[in-house]
């Protein structure tokens, strides 16, 4: 048996040495990303209540499929009572937090209702639940604003930490700019939010030493929980004509597991999202991703009718993350991973607790 060895600071090269396919025996980085997260972390996995409430956007990222330019598909926006009723709806099932996710907005009705909504929720639901938001990038006022008015976590994915592959992936604008997204990520910091970021892994031009280097990123910067996946494509989007460059989707389903371990090893006391397009890849993805270190799932809430449209990447039928989200079902998925499940607990990120108690 090979044995897992990280220096204390380690380097592009030495997590080269497990993240490169074929390098190390991947199930024993799994076994010991379990092991690790066991004892920083505890098998308890926390379920976070994903409401997609809206897929209008200003940005057009060359990846996503509800980019601002794409018009093959209907847009909507959740009222505020279809949102009560999916946050309720995550108190009934003692989810204990929620995610309100969207498409970027700036603009001053956008901002006044996400503070007006957190207001509400935190009414009608007397404050048990923990708010995330991932609602893009937003001015530090507006982000204080919201933290104010009760959120309490923030998902910013820095999407690469390689500057020129960000710009690839982008237009090459203001509203797209690498250094405004490290900006407010610094910012979600400094006003005491729990902080997540992420990024895509299989991505066109991208490299097992940009990945490292991603891995590297998160732990200089401190980054309280993570949520990274595959990159997956969406025909109506600019990246599709790369198609023919992609990983295989096991590949792509592999590295991301590896990231996710080693992440874990890493930095053992953060919480790490098993996310949704893993699942799009393996119907077992998100499963497979509890077992490699992660500890924490983002059952999809948010009404049927609506969830077609926010299609970021193409989803085939059989393995669709949004099929049977069911609390039974995903328990009884979660136990067959030998986890048991938070209920009625917001699963705080204990790296982000033990920072703010050095702070104080
Ligand atoms: N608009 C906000 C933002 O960009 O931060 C939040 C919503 S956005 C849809 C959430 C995440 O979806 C992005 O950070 C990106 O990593 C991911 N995403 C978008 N298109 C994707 C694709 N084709 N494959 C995998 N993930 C994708
Ligand atoms: Fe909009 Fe976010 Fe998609 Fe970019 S990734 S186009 S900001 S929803």
């Not at 996503?64 to 909507?76: D, E, T, V």
């Not at 099929?323 to 079902?329: F, H, I, L, N, Q």
Request: overall charge positive; proline content about 3%; some cysteine.
């Amino acid at each position: 048996m090979k044995s897992i060895q990280l220096n204390q600071k380690p380097d592009t090269i030495d997590l080269l040495k497990f993240l490169r396919p074929d390098e190390f025996p991947q199930q024993e980085l799994f076994n010991e990303a379990g092991r690790v997260r066991k004892k920083y972390v505890g098998n308890k996995v926390y379920f976070r209540g994903l409401i997609e409430f809206s897929n209008v956007c200003s940005k057009d990222c060359y990846y996503c499929g509800i980019r601002k330019s794409n018009k093959n598909i209907a847009r909507y926006n959740l009222s505020d009572e279809e949102i009560l009723v999916a946050a309720v709806y995550a108190c009934e099932q003692r989810y204990a937090s929620i995610v309100l996710q969207s498409g970027e907005l700036m603009n001053k009705m956008f901002i006044k209702r996400i503070d007006n909504l957190l207001k509400k929720i935190h009414r009608k639901t007397n404050g048990t639940l923990h708010i995330t938001l991932s609602l893009g990038e937003q001015s530090k006022k507006t982000y204080r604003q919201w933290f104010e008015s009760g959120a309490h976590r923030y998902l910013l994915r820095i999407e690469t930490a390689n500057r020129k592959l960000y710009s690839q992936i982008h237009p090459t604008d203001a509203l797209h700019d690498f250094k405004v997204r490290m900006r407010a990520l610094e910012s979600l910091r400094e006003l005491g939010y729990q902080t997540g970021t992420g990024v895509m892994i299989g991505l066109p031009f991208q490299t097992y030493d940009d990945l490292a280097n991603d891995l590297l990123f998160m732990k200089d910067f401190g980054i309280d929980m993570v949520g990274m996946g595959p990159y997956i494509e969406h025909n109506d989007t600019p990246m599709y004509k790369y198609r023919s460059l992609l990983w295989t989707e096991q590949e792509r389903l592999f590295a991301t597991l590896r990231m996710i371990a080693l992440l874990r090893i890493f930095m053992p006391d953060i919480n790490i999202a098993a996310t949704t397009a893993l699942q799009s890849l393996d119907k077992m993805g998100r499963e497979k991703a509890l077992m490699a270190g992660a500890n924490v799932i983002m059952p999809n809430i948010t009404p049927g009718k609506y969830r077609d449209n926010y299609r970021l990447y193409n989803t085939k039928p059989c393995t669709d993350e949004r099929a049977d989200d069911s609390t039974e079902c995903l328990s009884a998925r979660i136990r067959m991973t030998g986890n048991s499940i938070g209920y009625g607990e917001w699963g705080d990120s204990k790296y982000y607790t033990r920072r703010r108690i050095k702070k104080t």
